[in-house]
Structures are given as C-alpha cells and as structure tokens.
C-alpha cells in the first residue's frame, strides 16, 4: 500500500467518521435544552473548530485522491495524524 492509499484510507474510514461523530454529539447539545446556556456555548465554539477541521480533512482527502499530495507529504501527514489520535487517547 501506497503512502497515498493509506492517507486516503486513515481519513475516509477513522479520522472524518469519528469527527462526523463528534459533530453530531455536538449538535445534540446544542439541541438539548437542558443543558445551560454556558455549555451550549461551548459546544457551539467547539461545533465551530470541528467543522473547520473538518473541512480541511476532507479536502486533504480529495487532494490524496487526485494524487496531489506526494508520497513523503502523505507520510509526513499519516505521521501527524496518528500522533494527534496517540493525545487524545
């Protein structure tokens, strides 16, 4: 497997599904009226950041599937993801 097809499968099946998750528990907060005003707050500056993320996860996956992203950039960025997924958990 290429640097490039893994790119393109680590964003199209973990890292945008799990935003897409994310963003919809996001949304639920907002949603509930339970929840106060200063968390709903919250979630909307979080909804904010996720959706700009997510935004430019997607069009790095479309860059991958053009094939303009070369294999060390491709590496480089699977290097940082799992990096990044490595501190969350």
Known sequence: ????????????????????DYMDELFGIIADKKNSAGDIADAKEQLEEIREMHSDFKGMLEEAQKGEIDEDECNEIIDEIHEMMGEEE
């Open 1 to 20: 497997m290429t640097n490039a097809e893994e790119l393109i499968e680590l964003l199209s099946e973990d890292v945008i599904p799990d935003i897409e």
